[in-house]
């Protein structure tokens, strides 16, 4: 399978070089050069444009930042699917809106493309050493074909059913880990106030029924304000979408949007 990847962040690129490393013949391109340095002692291809990199691909990973990223890089007349042929895939590991990947299907179906929703989670940390958490909505099919590639970064690969799922179920994670900061942030205040030292109470939380990821995270990166600072906005963002999606669903979504809600506002990001 020829692989094309969009996106070489702090995530996306780890994740491409594992795929260049396995051996797959990898086309690359991205908006900012310095992007693909890290590449040049590697078999990777560069491309023009991203319809030069899909004519040369039978599977295109996007790993952009958001819904707007997304449409930038698939349409008009030097996107992806400009160059896509029948039968090639797109894989969107970004976190976006679930129905921004349904549209993006309903447009590519009419030239006999698919496209399957596999967000990531871990990091580049994760993605360096293959075990990147994909959860992945599509046709079953075309998920087992991508398979191998995916599992060239990641461990496991989760399948979750229709197209869609995936985002879905990313946000659902995202949403619930800025619930947990909130109680994990607020919690640690009391303590404080109450005479115990926030590296103490994480020591003892972090080893009983009480521990979440959310409270080790806090504790390793020095505190809530030096989150807010590189993942304020996309957990803002991520929430915002979790948010809608209740909403046109008509689901209460109770305790754990108010406890993100409580998380964003001491962010300084809300929703």
Partial sequence: MRVGFIGLGSQGGPMARRIVDAGYPTTLWARRPESLEPFADTAAKVAGSPAELAADSDLVCLCVVGDADVDEVTTGEQGVLAGLTPGGVIAVHSTVHPNSC??????????????????VSGGGGAAAEGRLLVMVGGDADVVERCRPVFETYADPVVYLGELGSGQTTKLLNNLLFTANLATSATTLSLGQALGVSPEGLTEVISRGSGNSFALNALGGIGGLDRLAGYAGSLLQKDVRLVADLAERASASSGAVLDAADAALTLMKHPR
């Fill in 102 to 119: 349904r549209e993006l299907a309903q447009t590519a179906a009419v030239q006999d493309v698919s496209v399957i929703d596999a967000p």
